[in-house]
């Protein structure tokens, strides 16, 4: 645990040098250009509420992905999931007439059931026909990408709207804002809590954790890995799905074209970068989201465009994907050495 | 004998601390067989390693007719003339003996082509003057692994190599092909050629070579001539204690029918019959063991009793209960389980030894979940992981390290421990043995004896004879997918046993 965090830190650190030569080469200031990076991510209440804010789609695909990953399936679903997950939730939102109290909890369990269907398809495709989950899921992404953009587009289209997007749904099942917080991260953390405890404490947690090392073992010790496979493939689903309600009801209230940007992608780059633990999810979630919360500002007062922000997120997914094995063989060389030379009569 | 070379407080560390070879000093002469005998993880494979340039030493030096090497890759280790055969066999099995022998030195003609009748000549010309029988021109796929072995060692005699290693030889072969290779790596030697062989066979160590090294934990214990040893004080080296091995068994009593299985086929996908009307019985307190050589149908034996492999025509029971189309779990309330590849089947090795500890267990044991089996009961499953350390004698750091921690002999001793403690009946074991080292081994028989004193019934598959001979009470011979003999151990010999094996019918 200690080495990870000493590794990720060392990690961020390379990283963003790199990113001030690539700068120096190009003629900027790289301390301005990342004092201005973080000032408007993490300096000041309305910085940080930003980041916090625009960190949970990133955190919630990204725990999908791990979750998925490290208990096996390959689902690489999270965009499509999120779409479907943020359509169930404007739909819900557009006809439900329900209090806030209780339309909330409702449009977040539809955001949930939207993101589980889609990755249940993948699933039932693979248990009927055997069909790689890993092809499956990808190409369901660009069946949900277009399926909602034509429900935005027709059935829920918003008639006053020069561009395809719904009308807003009702304001009760509005996210609550607090001040500069908005209310969407304590559901995020919530739903990191929960599936912490699953995944680390409950016996089904226990049996994804084992099939996903070791397919084999598990099923030769009794543990009914296709069952768990489609459980797997359904809670990540949700997951993923409820980032993309997120989206929608803590935003801008509405399911409009391009509503899941690249989050999803970013959260399968998270997973990776974090090699599936969900402690690491959570952390370089929030690192990432400062990056892509800052660039704005960063591109407000230096002179540096914010497409700079995926260079610098590229060479940060590199340099601790590549050192984190690295850095161990480096310290473990270390040691032999001197063992060796201790033990030279 | 002339000294050919010099190997000088050699010291090798695994990062980050695992000592393998530890100020190790020794030599090699022109002309002589020198076998290097130790327990797994002894560090003699580690050794020749660093001999043959597969690794670097931290420490110390190796000469070579008194001149300073160090050897950076195998490559620079043939090009000088030493050579290694390793375990398992490398050859491409489409290829022909004489082209797996030229590949990557092939004779070539004045435009650059494979000149292959002077290939074939070079070849044959090898064969014949170490008097090697084999057809060059026989294709890997179709030869004995016996054969390939040479074609190994021929490859390496192509190179003009005049030190081969070889590690554990004898371990892929029959009883009947190990006389045959000893008399050509006499002859090799008689050509004044030099052989390393690494092996934990004893017998075979003390009939084939002039002189030994014993090595223990990564330090060398001794060099002696083998025709001033034997191999109890072989065995004492190897260990630091006294070995027995002669196993005190008492004659077995067998009890009531534990485990049937009945016409058991099974074809495969290529319609092949893989076991054809296999019938199997065990009672309680008896050890029931199964030779034959690998490949023969054991795999499909195992994947059917475990339900791996769903079975078409057959009857499997236990305690009377018939578990032919029961799925695995059910299985398992019946049946514990050793398999021959730990880190495939018989554990998650990145996973935690608690976690390991508790598989199967977490399903059939009420008391390692709570909340109705829906939250694993951690408190629970430590004190279970502290009973299989105190009662196996287990020697563990901390219970949350990866089971990849542990030494070979321990994560055997923690599958054993959590497959035993299921209190099974029935008990599987697919050469529960395999790369272990002496004393581990010796453990492990024990403690199959003492599960036959508890009335279990003990199924073994084994391609170690000894290892039949000395713990099953009978011996069943699989050849081809069919059982071809059932012999009580008392009433047969290794001999009789190894014929069997290789032809499937009495001499």
Redo the contacts between chains.
Sequence with gaps: MQRKLISGIIGIFIALLIGAIIMLLQGYNPLQTYGALFNFSLFGLFPLATTLRNSVPLILTGLSASVAFASGPINLGQPGQLLMGALFATVGGLYLDLPSWLLIPVLLFLSMLGGALWSGVAAMLRKWFNMDEFITTLMLNMIADFFTFWAISYPFFDRSAYSPMTPQINTNGWLPIWGEFNSNVIVMILAFIVIYFVFN????G?EW??TG??S?????????IDKNYVTVMLVTGALAGLAGGLVVMAGPHRFLKGLGANYAWDGVMIAVVANNGLIGTLLYGLFFSAMQTGSLGMELITAVPREFIQVLQAVTVLVIVAGRGYLD?V???T???R???E??? | MQVLIEMK?I???????V?AV??VTTDFRIGEIHAIVGENGAGKSTLMKVLYGLEQH??GEILLQGRSVHFQDPGEAIARGIGMVHQEILLIPQYTVWENIVLGAEPVNFIGMIDRDRARQLVQKKVDEFQFNLNIDAKIDDISVAAAQKVEILKLLYRNVSVLILDEPTAVLTPQEIPQLFNELRRLRDHGHTILFISHHLEEVLDLSDRITVMRKGEKIATVQANETSKTELAQMMVGRTVLFTSHREKSTPGKLIFSLENLTVIDAAHHKRLENVNINVHEGEIVGIAGVEGNGQFELVNSI?G?IPTKQGNLKVNDVNLTKA???ER?RYIS?V?QNRG????????SIL?NV???H???NPHF?IWK????N?QYARKFTGQIEQQFSVIMDRMDNPFRSLSGGNQQKVILGRELLLDAPFVLLDQPTRGLDVGSIEYVHELILKMREQKRAIFLISADLEELFRIADRILVLHRGKIVADLPTDQTDIEEVGYLMLEGKEQ
């Design positions: 404490r409950l016996t089904a226990y954790r084992i090392q070791n084999l073992f598990a099923r030769l010790g009794g543990i009914k063989i310290i473990d060389k040691i032999a050495r063992k060796a030379r033990r030279t009569v | 407080d010291i090798k560390v695994f990062p980050p601390n000592v530890d100020n931290d420490q475990m791996l799925d695995i779990l398992r389980f398999s495939k089947m018989g554990a998650a090795v990145k996973a976690e508790m598989m199967t977490h399903r059939l979940t089996g829906l939250m694993l951690d």
